[in-house]
T-cell receptor
Framework: LAKTTQPISMDSYEGQEVNITCSHN???????ITWYQQFPSQGPRFIIQ???TKVTNEVASLFIPADRKSSTLSLPRVSLSDTAVYYC????????????FGKGTTLSVSS | NAGVTQTPKFRVLKTGQSMTLLCAQD?????MYWYRQDPGMGLRLIHY???????AKGEVPDGYNVSRLKKQNFLLGLESAAPSQTSVYFC??????????????FGQGTRLTVV
């Protein structure tokens, strides 16, 4: 499985756009990039997934450059409730794959 | 729709005692996972299962055993609890849907303390 590297922590203020970058230099051809969000005392929840270019949903956008060696999760106009840990996972979308989480990025949003 | 349910939510064990954590999912998912999360740390995979009757070791399997006798249930056992196993345990499940098995659904966690 591809190793991922993301910042340990980030700070932001309400209303700002937050971009969290994940490096995955040894990503394989059949790997997908998936981001999860975890609030304190809760299990992680799926946010967004992509393979290449840009993916957008109601929560976030995911930008993936052509070489796919990194990806950026973009949270528009964050609020206090976006304070959480964000995990980047790189894994193939196929049977038998174990989902390995790293330490994630702790985002703290202040007013 | 209950999703992924973990039982119990909290437990205190004495060193050397045994216990079983139950994870149940009602989404007919093929894959199930057990993770542990220590304070300030990410999730570490203990064991996982890709289908009924199958199990595989994850990153930190020592001291734990699992069973998947029914598709909807995944049991995590501690035969002889140690203080190092004090942690929050999360169960998850996933399918081969449009996002494949990388979209996992998590339970609410079991907080285990071993004294």
């Amino acid at each position: 499985l591809a190793k991922t590297t993301q910042p340990i922590s980030m700070d932001s203020y309400e209303g700002q756009e937050v971009n969290i970058t994940c490096s995955h230099n040894n990503i394989a051809t059949n790997d997908y990039i998936t981001w999860y969000q975890q609030f304190p005392s809760q299990g992680p929840r799926f946010i967004i997934q992509g393979y290449k270019t840009k993916v957008t949903n109601e929560v976030a956008s995911l930008f993936i450059p052509a070489d796919r060696k990194s990806s950026t999760l973009s949270l528009p106009r964050v609020s206090l409730s976006d304070t959480a840990v964000y995990y980047c996972l790189v894994a193939p979308n196929q049977a038998g794959t174990a989902l390995i989480f790293g330490k994630g990025t702790t985002l703290s949003v202040s007013s | 729709n209950a999703g992924v349910t973990q039982t119990p939510k909290f437990r205190v064990l004495k060193t050397g005692q045994s216990m079983t954590l139950l994870c149940a999912q009602d989404m007919n998912h093929e894959y199930m996972y057990w993770y542990r999360q220590d304070p300030g740390m990410g999730l570490r995979l203990i064991h996982y299962s890709v289908g009924e009757g199958t199990t595989a070791k994850g990153e930190v399997p020592d001291g734990y055993n699992v069973s998947r006798l029914k598709k909807q249930n995944f049991l995590l056992g501690l035969e002889s609890a140690a203080p190092s196993q004090t942690s929050v345990y999360f169960c998850a499940s996933s399918s081969t849907g449009s996002r494949g098995n990388t979209e996992a659904f998590f339970g609410q966690g079991t907080r285990l303390t071993v004294v």
